[in-house]
């Protein structure tokens, strides 16, 4: 397994309400990638975070926003659920810097929006 | 962006036989390639990848290739198991895309035993 955790595991919330996703990265990882996996899908890349600065954005509006934290821990909001919302939630972890290329995904946030 | 495509979508074989995935991806620059297996409710998991300056690359039953110049990787299994049985994933990072990962749509592949 690897170092990479998220919470909660899993959620249900309504539409029109607001999540907040969290995910720690593996030690000494200062990159945290987000992605969206709908159930019989690949991961769609949300957005990514280096050094708590937002370091590219794939094809989501505004209402996903992220943060990433001095320790490179991250979090995902989103506001204004829709149902296409639900989906399971990844987050992964990499160092650039280093030779290996390697991201390491956490276990997910399955979220559920009625 | 970079576009990358995978297929089969589905993919059943007998124990023993073989199994290629194959995808395709639209960013020349794109410099890592690497192949994750993910089992029913959880996370992807790293089997193998490769590197833009290497055309091929083996562990044990798993191999994969990349062909640079039509912009094409594969994953190759040898001996399936039924534990082999997953959903298959691959993905491009390119420096382009700001070394950004983006992957295949998967592969459901079957072991019968």
Request: charged letters at 20%.
């Amino acid at each position: 397994e690897t170092g990479v955790t998220q919470s909660p595991t899993h959620l249900i919330k309504t539409r029109g309400q607001q999540v907040t996703l969290r995910c720690s990265s593996q030690s000494g990882h200062n990159t945290v990638s987000w992605y969206q996996q709908a159930l019989g899908q690949g991961p769609q890349f949300i957005f990514q975070y280096y050094r708590e600065e937002e370091n590219g954005r794939g094809n989501f509006p505004p209402r996903f926003s992220g943060l990433q934290f001095p320790n490179y821990s991250s979090e995902l909001n989103v506001n204004a659920l829709e149902l296409d919302d639900s989906a399971l939630y990844l987050c992964a972890s990499s160092s650039p810097g280093r030779a290996t290329n390697e991201q390491f995904f956490g276990p997910g946030t399955r979220l559920t929006v009625l | 962006g970079e576009n990358v495509e995978q297929h089969p979508s589905t993919l059943s074989v007998q124990e023993g036989d073989s199994a290629v995935i194959k995808c395709t991806y639209s960013d020349s620059a794109s410099n890592y390639f690497p192949w994750y297996k993910q089992e029913l409710g959880k996370r992807p998991q790293l089997i193998i990848d490769i590197r833009s300056n290497v055309g091929e690359k083996k562990d044990q039953r798993i191999a994969v290739t990349l062909n640079k110049t039509a912009k094409h990787f594969s994953l190759h299994i040898t001996e399936t198991q039924p534990e082999d049985s997953a959903v298959y994933f691959c993905a491009a990072r390119g420096l382009n895309t700001g070394n950004q990962f983006y992957f295949g749509t998967g592969t459901s592949l079957t072991v019968i035993p």
